[in-house]
């Protein structure tokens, strides 16, 4: 059964098509984001299609499904009314399928059940990214602030650090924030003696 | 009692103004509920997410309602349309290379003139072998049926002598810059766009075809209104408001000054405010032109859902999608509108409510007063660009005497 991604990340298509293929579904085709869609489609001629729920092209893609003659049969919007929970959980994972008509629901409900299941791996790998760079830069920041604070204080890092941290837990805010506060103002204000 | 949250999906248009000012302006918490927007980039989107309940109502073209309780390309999903979100409002934008080959002038013109231009255009491009190419929004939307409903009437055959392809709003003016396509119809603010991108000339409002087509609607699904009753007539009440509140004079720039935020347009400010006091400029540098009616959100009962708007659309469904005349897909596309709703949530408000929840459709020149079970209506011309009126009773009838 031959499969085409489509997916405005390059990265979360990557993830999917390897899921497929340890599943040994192999008959892959990845479109290219960047090149002519439609084309693509043609010359692939999928039987399934995955694509991301908020991809720009969706509409085009439906036109074309409705007109295209290439394709032996009308492709349809998945899922079968009868499995409706598995369609719930692929719009929350942010997957939509077209599949050939007449394909059974067999066949097509472990694909999908994969793909949701890489959508949200894709999503707990974005998240952990986000945190891992947020926590870099927060750490960049209550560097500085201790920098200014042992300059203008003269006093060590432990005690510029401790100097933070007592800030914080008496304003109930976050080390981060005090330090975000501190080198804004020495910005503004630093050389104000 | 916390109040009743509805999520509304929308698209990045100017006719997408009813559910963003109830929500800014404070219409819906007036009436004890909460709207939350969703914004999405193609009616795809936002139709699975209305279906499957990431939302509970949308801003959606009409016939994509239609077609949804059909079941065309896809299961039949019950659906309900209770309120119209506005009529036109689009245009139709030609490519700079075309509106010189077409020559048109620096005001809008009239449409059969245009079009016999236009088919001298398109047949030599046919026989030079490559035909014209125009966008529309989607395969389900007025734009598609009203531009086809010109081009047919002006002796040119779409999908014969030209082509038409689906060109999602936001990347419509992209199109005619890359060539992709000879011409678009789309709404607002996204010709103008076109035109100051200098890709672009107007040539058409949607007006001059249908002076009163139906547009975009709130679409729910059908379980949703009958589980939500009370809430949904207090969400109509919140629209109906906004779009009073809308047309007022003096209102037009507090509006376009919310509707350009990058949460909900994020498209240049001048160019909504245009489209709101009815100014297009046809032409990149030129002055707007002021266009009455371009959009209509609200006079002459304008939000009323009438069964006939559902019938004209379905007999457009019938006529390019070739498939035969059925009396009870008839039934139940007609059926999506709910004008039963409409008045259940405006019953006593003095809002003018028609008797009747049908009509000829294009029958109307002057305008005519109305029966009315509340307050006193009075509709203008609507009147199609080739006179043409449509009888809701006699689809056959209707489609056998189009071109």
């Known amino acids: ?193 | 009692m916390s109040a009743e949250t509805f999520r509304i999906g929308f698209l990045p248009l100017v006719d997408a103004a009813l559910p963003i000012l109830a929500h800014e302006l404070g219409f819906a918490a007036r009436e004890g509920i909460n709207i939350e927007l969703v914004r999405d980039m193609t009616w795809a989107t936002v139709r699975d997410r209305l279906l499957y309940g990431h939302t509970d109502a949308a801003h959606m073209i009409a016939p994509l309602a239609i077609a949804t309780a059909l079941g065309r390309d896809r299961p039949a999903v019950p659906m309900a349309v209770p309120f119209v979100l506005g009529l036109n409002g689009n245009a139709v934008t030609f490519s700079t290379q075309l509106a010189q080959d077409v020559g048109l002038g620096e005001t809008l013109g009239d449409p059969t003139v245009i079009g016999a231009a236009l088919q001298r255009v398109a047949a030599e491009r046919k026989i030079a072998g490559k035909p014209l190419r125009f966008g529309v929004v989607h395969r389900y939307s007025s734009h598609n049926y009203m531009l086809r409903y010109w081009l047919a009437g002006v002796g040119i055959r779409p999908d014969t002598h030209v082509d038409i392809v689906v060109t999602s709003p936001p990347f419509a003016a992209d199109a005619l810059a890359a060539g992709e396509v000879d011409g678009i119809c789309v709404g607002e603010p996204w010709n103008s766009i076109a035109v100051e991108r200098g890709v672009g000339h107007i040539a058409l409002a949607t007006a001059q075809i249908w002076r009163r087509g139906v547009e975009k609607v709130l679409a729910m699904r059908e379980a949703v209104v009958e589980e939500r009753r009370d809430a949904v007539e207090a969400l109509l009440r919140a629209l109906h408001a906004a779009a009073a509140h809308f047309v007022e004079p003096g209102t037009a720039d507090e509006s376009a000054r919310i509707l350009e935020r990058p949460e909900y347009l994020d498209a240049p400010r001048d160019a909504v405010l245009r489209a709101i006091t009815d100014h297009i400029r046809l032409v990149p540098g030129g002055e707007p032109i002021h266009y009455p009616d371009f959009m209509f959100q609200h006079r002459e009962a304008a939000n009323f859902p009438w069964r006939s708007q559902a019938a004209w659309l379905y007999s457009q469904m019938l006529r390019w999608d070739h498939i035969p005349y059925s009396a009870a897909d008839a039934a139940t596309a007609a059926a999506v509108f709910r004008p039963d709703i409409y008045r259940g949530a405006l019953a006593g408000s003095g809002a003018p409510l028609p008797g009747a929840s049908s009509k000829l459709e294009g029958g109307i020149d002057t305008p005519l007063g109305a029966g009315s079970v509340q307050g006193r209506l009075l509709l203008g011309s609507d009147r199609f660009f080739d006179g043409r009126a449509f009888d809701p009773d006699d689809i056959q009838g209707y489609l056998s005497d189009l071109p």
């Open chain 1, 1 to 193: 059964m031959r499969i085409a991604i489509i997916d405005t990340s390059t990265t979360r298509a990557a993830i999917i098509s390897d899921g497929l293929r340890e599943a040994g579904l192999d008959d892959l085709v990845l479109i290219d984001p960047a090149g002519p869609l439609v084309a693509q489609i043609e010359a692939a001629t999928p039987e399934v299609v995955l694509i991301n729920l908020e991809n720009p092209s969706r509409d085009l893609l439906e036109d074309f499904f409705a007109m295209s003659r290439a394709l032996a049969r009308p492709i349809a919007m998945f899922v079968d009314q009868s499995d409706t929970e598995a369609t719930f959980a692929a719009i929350d994972a942010g997957v939509s399928a077209y599949v050939v008509d007449g394909l059974s629901q067999q066949r097509i409900k472990p694909i999908l059940d994969l793909a949701v299941r890489r959508f949200h791996a894709f999503s707990s790998l974005q998240r952990e990214l986000d945190d891992a760079k947020n926590a870099l830069a927060e750490r960049a920041v209550i560097d500085r602030a201790k920098a200014i604070l042992m300059k203008r204080r003269r006093i060590d890092e432990p005690e510029a650090y401790a100097l933070l941290r007592g800030q914080a837990m008496s304003t109930n805010r976050r080390i981060a924030e005090i330090a975000e506060a501190i080198v804004t103002s020495d910005a503004l204000l630093g050389d104000i003696e």
